[in-house]
């Protein structure tokens, strides 16, 4: 009886419910309308925070936008993009940094001018990046199924040279995700096409561990709790995967809206903030097994697309085109 209640125990602490509206964590504050040209998906969101500066990139538009982080003010459009991906802002060197998959290659630019600086050539579906503020070293996935390949590159890229350093050979032909840890030299990459977690490490250029992800399918999100060890995996499927870093091992599976392409942990109140079709799922963590869904917050078709700034206690979702609708950017205050 003791071991059927020690069960009943630990099922009930992962029981996740809807908080009361009054007490949602995100308030609609502002919705920037974007001009008819703004076609296509968005991908990645990039922000200047000391510039005051927030990029956008509306796939189908071939350029990224750029709007007044606070305001929501258009300042300028970067054109000359095939397919922007995803956007980093190095606020030392001033410049940006665009990876392009139609062309295959990372763009820099002049962040005061605007203006393209160099390229630094990769293989086409050049994608998702993550970004290590010590070396100034951009790892970007790219490659794939694309370029007829069933093997990936994840490709490190020295910003501040604007050359390319070396390629890291991962099998399989669809990678999404990756995030990086701070205090080692691991980093984590979501191995889509084999629905799986890969371990890099950064110092030796290497997978070093690969971790099934059973509880779900079409892993393409990733956020991270480097303190508690604890890795989110958010899959198409509608569901998130808790993963402990230091086993590899599934820790609780927990619903969320269908269609997710974004994820984020706020250290400071320890929520996972997660961009799907039409939502955005909001958990608490309570404990490093324990979780409860705060809120889904209604945002609209296939705004997947999403960036906390804590700094100002904003949450951006990008609402792609839709119909007669324009495409718009949701700007939430995180309460």
Same mark, same amino acid.
């Given at each position: 009886?003791?071991?059927?209640?020690?069960?009943?125990?630990?099922?009930?602490?992962?029981?996740?419910?809807?908080?009361?509206?009054?007490?949602?964590?995100?308030?609609? /504050?502002? #919705?920037?309308? +974007?001009?008819?040209?703004? =076609?296509?998906?968005?991908?990645?969101?990039?922000?200047?925070?000391?510039?005051? @500066? %927030? *990029?956008?990139?509306? &796939?189908?538009?071939?350029? $990224?936008? $750029? *709007?007044?982080?606070?305001?929501?003010?258009?300042?300028?459009?970067?054109?000359?993009? &095939? =397919?922007?991906?995803?956007?980093?802002?190095?606020?030392?060197?001033? @410049?940006?940094?665009?990876?392009?998959?139609?062309?295959?290659?990372?763009?820099?630019?002049?962040?005061?001018?605007?203006? +393209?600086?160099?390229?630094?050539?990769?293989?086409?579906?050049?994608?998702?990046?993550?970004?290590?503020? =010590?070396?100034?070293?951009?790892?970007?996935?790219?490659?794939?199924?694309?370029?007829?390949?069933?093997?990936?590159?994840?490709?490190?890229?020295? #910003?501040?040279?604007?050359?390319?350093?070396?390629?890291? =050979?991962?099998?399989?032909?669809?990678?999404?995700?990756?995030?990086?840890?701070?205090?080692?030299?691991?980093?984590?990459?979501?191995?889509?096409?084999?629905?799986?977690?890969?371990?890099?490490?950064?110092?030796?250029?290497?997978?070093?561990?690969?971790?099934?992800?059973?509880?779900?399918?079409?892993?393409? /999100?990733?956020? +991270?709790?480097?303190?508690?060890?604890? +890795?989110?995996?958010?899959?198409?499927?509608?569901?998130?995967? !808790?993963?402990?870093?230091?086993?590899?091992?599934?820790?609780?599976?927990?619903?969320?809206?269908?269609?997710?392409?974004?994820?984020?942990?706020?250290?400071?109140?320890?929520?996972?903030?997660?961009?799907?079709?039409?939502? $955005?799922?909001?958990?608490?963590?309570?404990?490093?097994?324990?979780?409860?869904?705060?809120?889904?917050?209604? #945002?609209?078709?296939?705004?997947? #697309?999403?960036? %906390? !700034?804590?700094?100002?206690? @904003?949450?951006?979702?990008?609402?792609?085109?839709?119909?007669?609708?324009?495409?718009?950017? %949701?700007?939430?205050?995180? %309460?």
């Amino acid at each position: 009886m003791k071991n059927r209640y020690s069960v009943l125990a630990a099922f009930l602490a992962l029981i996740v419910i809807p908080a009361r509206a009054q007490d949602a964590p995100l308030k609609l /504050a502002q #919705t920037i309308t +974007l001009p008819p040209d703004a =076609k296509g998906q968005f991908d990645h969101f990039g922000v200047d925070l000391k510039g005051d @500066r %927030l *990029f956008a990139t509306p &796939e189908g538009s071939k350029s $990224v936008r $750029v *709007f007044e982080l606070k305001s929501g003010k258009p300042i300028h459009t970067i054109s000359g993009i &095939e =397919k922007p991906h995803a956007v980093l802002y190095r606020e030392d060197l001033d @410049r940006i940094y665009v990876t392009d998959g139609e062309a295959g290659d990372l763009k820099i630019f002049d962040g005061k001018t605007y203006k +393209l600086l160099s390229t630094v050539k990769l293989l086409e579906d050049a994608d998702s990046i993550g970004y290590d503020p =010590k070396t100034k070293y951009l790892y970007i996935d790219n490659g794939g199924g694309d370029v007829h390949q069933t093997y990936s590159m994840l490709t490190v890229v020295d #910003t501040t040279a604007g050359k390319k350093v070396a390629d890291i =050979k991962i099998d399989g032909e669809t990678l999404e995700a990756t995030t990086l840890e701070s205090a080692t030299p691991r980093l984590y990459v979501n191995n889509k096409a084999k629905n799986q977690v890969d371990v890099v490490d950064r110092d030796k250029r290497a997978i070093v561990a690969s971790w099934p992800v059973t509880k779900c399918k079409t892993n393409v /999100a990733m956020a +991270l709790d480097e303190t508690n060890h604890r +890795l989110f995996i958010a899959c198409r499927t509608a569901t998130m995967v !808790v993963m402990d870093t230091q086993t590899g091992k599934e820790i609780a599976a927990l619903p969320i809206t269908k269609g997710v392409d974004d994820a984020v942990y706020d250290p400071a109140s320890k929520r996972i903030y997660t961009a799907s079709d039409g939502n $955005v799922d909001v958990y608490q963590q309570s404990s490093p097994d324990e979780y409860k869904l705060l809120a889904q917050i209604p #945002t609209g078709p296939m705004a997947r #697309t999403a960036r %906390l !700034v804590p700094e100002l206690k @904003r949450y951006f979702v990008a609402v792609p085109q839709h119909g007669t609708d324009p495409a718009k950017i %949701l700007v939430f205050d995180v %309460l």
